[in-house]
Structures are given as structure tokens and as C-alpha cells.
């Protein structure tokens, strides 16, 4: 019986929970059509999830790009069909592991840090100072946010992209001895423009995904600096599990667009 209560419990709370991160969602996302427009709030939040990232998911790129080329020509090989690591390679980064690694990378640096901030000033009262100025915390703090991350993530997730098959090219060219040329090629048959669209439109939704659960987290920080670390810490792995959740659905949805 216990047990029972204890499930009808947590499913209330995790049903609430979806009500509100939907909520702030909604609010926030209206905002970004509502004026007054500030540009120089998305012009700072797109420097924070862009620039701070950028060298952090390019250098996990360009070694997940080998590390695929490696393990790629050993599943080839078996089959003589190594000459086409640069198609597998390629189609594997464009169409999941760019976009979902690049989204991980950056809700864990960024997700944290937005946590942190809102949560901090939550603690410290400052969200409480804002409303009482008029001021709307969600206008003012989660829009910029959301749209700076629906900006910025697909194109961290392009370089990645290319980041990554360069890397696979490095070690093709060094195992097989194969011309970047034809590499090239290679890659340019596989990828099209469906698939392109397909891990580009996902991260747009990463992007705003990382933004909202970091907000949810920050404002509902209390307990001072350990709350704040708390808010953090759940930021993180909330994030992580939702991305690796919704690239499924997204996935099956982009399957039967294109």
C-alpha cells in the first residue's frame, strides 16, 4: 500500500512538474513576439551558449568523428566496404551524434550556469524585486534565454558536424591511405538535404529545451547556496535524460517528414 501511495505521489509531482515547465514554456516563447524587444539581453545570452561553448563541442567532435572513423572501418572491414567509412561517418554525426552530443555538451555547461544564476537570484530576492518593479522576470530573464538558444545550438551543431568528418577524414587518410577527395565525395553523396534539416531542426528544440529547464530549476531554487548547487546539479541530469527522450520522438518525426 505504501509503495502504491508512494508511485500516486511521485506522478502527481511529475504531472504538476510538466504543467509548469509547459507554462514557463509558453510564456516564454510568446515573449519573444511581444514588445518591448530588448536585443542586447539575446545579444549577451547568444555570447554565453555560443562563444563559451564553441571550443568545448568542436574538440569533442573532431575526437568522436576518429573515434567513429576507427570503430567504423573495423565493422567494414569484415565486410571489404572500409572505403565507405566517409558515408557512414558522415550520416551517423549529421543525423544523430552532432546534434545530440552538441546538445548535451552545452545544456550541461550552459543549463548549469542558467540554473545558477536565476537560482541565485531567487535566493537572494532579486526575482521578488523585479515583479515588484513591474518588471516581468519571464520577459525579462527566460525569453532572451529561449531564443538565444533556439539561435545559436544549430549552428554549434554545424561546426560540430563538420568538425566531426573532418576527424573521420584524418583517419581514413592514415588507416586506409584513402584521398580526402574521394572522402569528400563520399560524404557529399550520402548527406542530403533531408538529412541536414533533420539534426538541424532538433537542436532548434534542444536549444529552447536547455533554456526552459534551466529557468524551471533557478526559479524554483530556495535554501540558499545549497539550494542554488541543488538546482544545478538537477539541471544537468534533467536536461540530459530530456534531450536523449525527445531525440527519439523527434526522430520518428522527421523519419515520416522526409
Same mark, same amino acid.
Given at each position: 500500500m505504501k509503495i502504491l501511495l508512494s508511485i500516486d505521489t511521485a506522478a502527481k509531482k511529475f504531472i504538476l512538474s510538466m504543467g509548469?515547465?509547459?507554462?514557463?514554456?509558453?510564456?516564454?516563447?510568446?515573449?519573444?513576439?511581444?514588445?518591448?524587444?530588448?536585443?542586447?539581453?539575446?545579444?549577451?545570452?547568444?555570447?554565453?551558449?555560443?562563444?563559451?561553448?564553441?571550443?568545448?563541442?568542436?574538440?569533442?567532435?573532431?575526437?568522436? /568523428?576518429? #573515434?567513429?572513423? *576507427?570503430?567504423?572501418?573495423?565493422? =567494414?572491414?569484415?565486410?571489404? $566496404?572500409?572505403?565507405? &567509412? /566517409?558515408? #557512414?561517418?558522415? *550520416?551517423?554525426?549529421?543525423?544523430? =551524434?552532432?546534434?545530440?552530443? $552538441?546538445?548535451?555538451? &552545452? /545544456?550541461?555547461?550552459?543549463?548549469?550556469?542558467?540554473?545558477?544564476?536565476?537560482?541565485?537570484?531567487?535566493?537572494t530576492e532579486q526575482i521578488d524585486a523585479m515583479r515588484a518593479l513591474g518588471a516581468s522576470p519571464i520577459k525579462k530573464l527566460v525569453t532572451p534565454k529561449i531564443l538565444a538558444g533556439m539561435i545559436t545550438l544549430p549552428l554549434l551543431t554545424v561546426t560540430a558536424d563538420i568538425i566531426g568528418i573532418f576527424g573521420g577524414m584524418i583517419i581514413a587518410i592514415f588507416e586506409l591511405e584513402i584521398d580526402s577527395t574521394f572522402y569528400i565525395d563520399s560524404v557529399l553523396t550520402t548527406v542530403t538535404i533531408s538529412d541536414l534539416l533533420s539534426g538541424i531542426g532538433k537542436t532548434v528544440f534542444f536549444g529552447a529545451l536547455i533554456a526552459v529547464i534551466g529557468c524551471y530549476f533557478g526559479l524554483r531554487t530556495s535554501g540558499g547556496t545549497t539550494g542554488v548547487g541543488r538546482s544545478t546539479t538537477v539541471t544537468v541530469v534533467t536536461v540530459s535524460i530530456m534531450i536523449l527522450i525527445s531525440d527519439f520522438f523527434l526522430t520518428k518525426l522527421f523519419l515520416i517528414i522526409f
Open positions: 509548469q515547465v509547459t507554462l514557463l514554456a509558453t510564456k516564454g516563447f510568446a515573449g519573444i513576439f511581444v514588445p518591448p524587444f530588448n536585443l542586447k539581453l539575446v545579444l549577451r545570452e547568444i555570447d554565453n551558449f555560443g562563444a563559451g561553448s564553441l571550443l568545448l563541442v568542436d574538440l569533442i567532435a573532431l575526437f568522436t /568523428g576518429m #573515434v567513429m572513423a *576507427l570503430q567504423t572501418i573495423y565493422g =567494414l572491414r569484415m565486410y571489404g $566496404a572500409e572505403m565507405y &567509412v /566517409g558515408s #557512414v561517418v558522415s *550520416l551517423s554525426l549529421v543525423r544523430e =551524434l552532432g546534434p545530440v552530443m $552538441a546538445s548535451i555538451m &552545452v /545544456g550541461a555547461r550552459v543549463g548549469s550556469g542558467i540554473a545558477a544564476e536565476i537560482g541565485s537570484m531567487q535566493v
